[in-house]
Structure formats: C-alpha cells, structure tokens
C-alpha cells in the first residue's frame, strides 16, 4: 500500500497534471518544500509502483494508474471536507488541514459511507469537483469572475485556491457559495469589481480577490 508520503506527492502531481501534462522536477521539489534530489529519489519510488514516467532531464509524466490513484486521494480528501463542513459543521477555512490527515485512511468502505450519509454530493465545500469512485471528474464550466461583465448578475459556485487567509476574508464580507450578487460597476484604475447584493448593499472588491472567484451567470 502507498505510503501517505507517496500519496502526498502523488496529489501534488495529479494536480500539476491538470494545468500541464509536462511537470519538471523543480517545479514539484518546490511545491512539496523539498531539494531536487529528495523529489528525484521519491520519484523513482512511484515509477517502481508505475504511477509515473520519468527519464532523466525530461518532463514527469503520470500514468493512467496513477492518475487514477491520485483522483481517489482527491475524493477522499474532498468528501472529508464536505463530510466536516455539513454534518459536522467545521467552517470552510476549518476543513483542508483536519482532511489531509484524514484522506490516508485506506479501507474505502469509510469513504463510501461518508458519501452516501452526504447524499453522494459532487463537490466539496469550496466548489472543487469530487472525483467518482472510478476517478473520473466532472468538471463544472463556471467562470472567472474577472471576465463578467458589468450589469450581469452572477452565482458564487467556487474558488480557483482554498487559502484558509481568502476563506477568512470571505467570510469577513460575507460570501460563501451560492451568494448572488449583480456587477454594479468595474473600476478602469485598479479593475476592481464593487458588487450589488440582495439586499442592496455594496461591496469593493479587488482584482486579486475577483481572481479567486468563480461563478455562473443568471
């Protein structure tokens, strides 16, 4: 069975994967705060257990058995969260540490309980897709909130990062998913988006922040 130290590599490369299918070993020494050697000497380790491909001085390339494996470690993590979050009713800045501890846990019939108590749900409580049992994800076709335009009214549905530090700040302005809100007006100096709400108040957010926020139209 994978080691949770392998299981958090592999995690971390399933989601290089997504934004690239060529991952370097710098980039991933650097996402795991380890040196170049260490994420070599792992990544020997998983081309052994056939999750990866890798040659020297070329890219990392995952396999199918170990994209797969790293969805699963995924699922686990993102039902933990929803699990924390609604039943037990953990905040969402709350979830992400108690999960990556939790994920590790090997016998899946915990995981499946813990989905069909939720309801079997499809994503986790920041939005985030959580993969089948299979591994297979559907990913939703929200939008960045920077690309809405002014007038159009919109639908918080998730979050490009989970910071516990963005969650906090969130909360602090009182958005969580599925708040809705209006584009009042995009400010040509600094691009930021002030905001209408149901009730009819106003709120200035930044670009960077507008960055983070996914949505769909209404």
């Known amino acids: 069975m994978p080691t949770q130290t392998k299981e958090n590599y592999l995690k971390e490369i399933y989601f290089l994967n997504q934004k690239s299918v060529d991952i370097s070993i710098s980039e991933l020494a650097k996402n795991m705060n380890v040196s170049k050697p260490t994420a070599n000497n792992m990544i020997k380790k998983m081309q052994e257990k056939g999750w990866v491909l890798y040659d020297k001085y070329k890219p990392i390339k995952i396999t199918v ?65 959580i993969p089948d049992k ?14 809405i335009n002014e007038g159009q009214k919109v639908k918080l549905c998730g979050l490009t990062k989970s910071s516990k530090d963005l969650l906090l700040y969130l909360n602090k302005k ?14 040509k100096f600094d691009n930021s988006f002030e905001l209408l709400f149901k009730d009819q108040s106003l709120l200035i957010l930044s670009f960077e922040v507008c960055q983070c926020l996914l949505v769909e139209k209404l």
């Open 65 to 129: 058995k170990g994209n797969k494996l790293g969805a699963l470690i995924v699922r686990k993590h993102r039902l933990t969260e929803m699990f924390l979050a609604q039943v037990m009713g953990f905040g969402w800045e709350e979830v992400h540490d108690i999960a990556e501890e939790i994920e590790h846990i090997q016998p899946t019939i915990f995981f499946d309980r813990m989905d069909e108590i939720l309801g079997f749900p499809t994503i986790d409580p920041h939005g985030s897709p």
């Open 134 to 147: 299979n591994g297979k994800v559907r990913k939703p076709d929200y939008l960045n909130l920077t690309s």
């Open 174 to 187: 009182k958005i969580k998913l599925g708040t809705e809100f209006t584009v009042q007006q995009i400010e």
